[in-house]
């Protein structure tokens, strides 16, 4: 893989545009290496809604506090945008990189070596917090690596590694994690193994291209970040960014069914609940997201996301006419999970479309930071229905919603078609 890989060398002169990161020579990578560079990221995750939740959960800490917990670990997902210029202006993204990993991955060991006590709180709501903020230094350096070394004919395959990367790291920090946790007496061989695997994640930096940032000590640093807003809204006002930025908000692949809250409704007991929600939903995850990555590179975009959105929808209305037996929600679950991983995977592409190379690492997250809103209203809008109407109402709900609201879409890209185009 080394061998004949062009060296990349990046210079920003003084009067140039905020623009850190730029190829010049085409230079690219295999689609993989966004697999391993993206497992941190996950695994920050996994580890504190499950292998740390459930041993919170066991040793008396109430449900509350956990659910508390684990929100934290979300919110700084929800604003990362907001250091985000910070890592496309300043320094170099392998170093970011290497910042995040190896503070995610001793963050998990000072947590698995911490007493699971209520005097311990405090202590936790800094770990998880800094470990979920230090966790996008390792998703926006890997963006960057994205936008940069993915040809326009592998954005496909890069997104659908990359979600693999995501979703199978969510499956070691919690699957994984936990298991080890309840087989070994001593609690920091847990931390301590993941820790080691989020560290040897950055050795897929070697794989990548030399990066060089050199700067004119003569640039002003407000004047790079004003030239990052500017090119935020440029992606903002052009047609392929505004798009991908209207699709990001539609509730389209956002799992929200709480499949362990109604899974005595088939029969299923708490090891099969364990078994679909962690490490095999998480296999059938990375299927999907590899998956849908191939089909990506061979169907426009927006129209192969859409496709993922009603497979969603499809698996969870299947669920109301098959019958309700343990098998089923087995099955049932672990394909749901699939379905969302390729829905994962067409979001990325979306994104790695519609960004451009610019201020990446800022355009990236502030659609995924809209494009957590609708999981997190559908979230809500799945438990109303539930109580209210029932399980059926709100799996036809998981096809309903999406099927509305792509028909407002596509309605809207063919009434804003350019005329030439059109034409």
Same mark, same amino acid.
């Given at each position: 893989?080394?061998?004949?890989?062009?060296?990349?060398?990046?210079?920003?002169?003084?009067?140039?545009?905020?623009?850190?990161?730029?190829?010049?020579?085409?230079?690219?990578?295999?689609?993989?290496?966004?697999?391993?560079?993206?497992?941190?990221? %996950?695994?920050?995750?996994?580890?504190?809604?499950?292998?740390?939740?459930?041993?919170?959960?066991?040793?008396?800490?109430?449900?509350?506090?956990?659910?508390?917990?684990?929100?934290?670990?979300?919110?700084?997902?929800?604003?990362?945008?907001?250091?985000?210029?910070?890592?496309?202006?300043? %320094?170099?993204?392998?170093?970011?990189?290497?910042?995040?990993?190896?503070?995610?991955?001793?963050?998990? !060991?000072?947590?698995?070596?911490?007493?699971?006590?209520?005097?311990?709180?405090?202590?936790?709501?800094? !770990?998880?917090?800094?470990?979920?903020?230090?966790?996008?230094?390792?998703?926006?350096?890997?963006?960057?690596?994205?936008?940069?070394?993915?040809?326009?004919?592998?954005?496909?395959?890069?997104?659908?590694?990359?979600?693999?990367?995501?979703?199978?790291?969510?499956?070691?920090?919690?699957?994984?994690?936990?298991?080890?946790?309840?087989?070994?007496?001593?609690?920091?061989?847990?931390?301590?193994?993941?820790?080691?695997?989020?560290?040897?994640?950055?050795?897929?930096?070697?794989?990548?291209?030399?990066?060089?940032?050199?700067?004119?000590?003569?640039?002003?640093?407000?004047?790079?970040?004003?030239?990052?807003?500017?090119?935020?809204?440029?992606?903002?006002?052009?047609?392929?960014?505004?798009?991908?930025?209207?699709?990001?908000?539609?509730?389209?692949?956002?799992? /929200?069914?709480?499949?362990?809250?109604?899974?005595?409704?088939?029969?299923?007991?708490?090891?099969?609940?364990?078994?679909?929600?962690?490490?095999?939903?998480?296999?059938?995850?990375?299927?999907?997201?590899?998956?849908?990555?191939?089909?990506?590179?061979?169907?426009?975009?927006?129209?192969?996301?859409?496709?993922? /959105?009603?497979?969603?929808?499809?698996?969870?209305?299947?669920?109301?006419?098959?019958?309700?037996?343990?098998?089923?929600?087995?099955?049932?679950?672990?394909?749901?999970?699939?379905?969302?991983?390729?829905?994962?995977?067409?979001?990325?592409?979306?994104?790695?479309?519609?960004?451009?190379?610019?201020?990446?690492?800022?355009?990236?997250?502030?659609?995924?930071?809209?494009?957590?809103?609708?999981?997190?209203?559908?979230?809500?809008?799945?438990?109303?229905?539930?109580?209210?109407?029932?399980?059926?109402?709100?799996?036809?709900?998981?096809?309903?919603?999406?099927?509305?609201?792509?028909?407002?879409?596509?309605?809207?890209?063919?009434?804003?078609?350019?005329?030439?185009?059109?034409?």
């Amino acid at each position: 893989m080394a061998r004949g890989r062009p060296v990349l060398s990046v210079h920003i002169e003084a009067d140039a545009p905020a623009d850190p990161i730029h190829t010049g020579g085409g230079a690219s990578v295999s689609p993989w290496v966004f697999a391993p560079l993206f497992a941190p990221f %996950g695994i920050s995750s996994g580890y504190v809604t499950v292998t740390l939740g459930f041993l919170l959960s066991r040793a008396g800490l109430s449900t509350a506090l956990i659910a508390t917990l684990i929100a934290l670990s979300v919110w700084p997902q929800t604003v990362k945008m907001l250091w985000a210029p910070f890592v496309d202006t300043i %320094g170099n993204p392998k170093v970011w990189y290497a910042v995040g990993t190896f503070t995610v991955g001793l963050s998990i !060991l000072a947590m698995s070596v911490l007493p699971k006590t209520q005097a311990e709180v405090p202590l936790y709501i800094a !770990l998880i917090v800094g470990s979920s903020v230090t966790s996008t230094f390792v998703s926006m350096a890997t963006e960057i690596f994205m936008v940069n070394f993915v040809p326009p004919e592998t954005r496909g395959r890069a997104s659908g590694w990359s979600q693999a990367g995501n979703l199978g790291g969510a499956g070691i920090g919690g699957g994984i994690g936990l298991l080890v946790a309840e087989n070994f007496t001593q609690p920091w061989v847990s931390g301590a193994l993941l820790a080691a695997i989020c560290i040897a994640c950055w050795g897929a930096t070697l794989l990548l291209p030399k990066l060089e940032r050199t700067a004119s000590a003569a640039r002003n640093y407000f004047a790079e970040l004003k030239e990052v807003a500017v090119n935020v809204w440029g992606v903002a006002k052009s047609r392929p960014g505004y798009l991908a930025l209207i699709i990001m908000l539609l509730p389209i692949g956002s799992g /929200g069914v709480p499949w362990s809250a109604i899974a005595g409704e088939w029969n299923a007991g708490a090891n099969t609940v364990a078994l679909v929600n962690g490490v095999s939903g998480g296999i059938a995850s990375i299927v999907g997201a590899m998956a849908a990555g191939f089909i990506c590179d061979r169907m426009d975009l927006k129209r192969a996301y859409s496709m993922y /959105g009603i497979f969603v929808g499809l698996v969870a209305v299947a669920m109301i006419a098959l019958p309700r037996t343990p098998l089923v929600f087995t099955v049932g679950v672990l394909a749901y999970s699939a379905m969302v991983g390729m829905a994962y995977t067409g979001y990325a592409a979306i994104v790695l479309e519609a960004i451009g190379k610019k201020s990446a690492a800022t355009n990236w997250n502030l659609m995924a930071a809209l494009s957590n809103i609708p999981i997190a209203m559908m979230s809500m809008i799945d438990g109303q229905i539930h109580d209210s109407f029932g399980t059926n109402a709100m799996l036809a709900g998981e096809l309903a919603f999406p099927a509305i609201a792509l028909v407002l879409f596509w309605t809207f890209v063919g009434a804003t078609r350019p005329k030439r185009a059109a034409a």
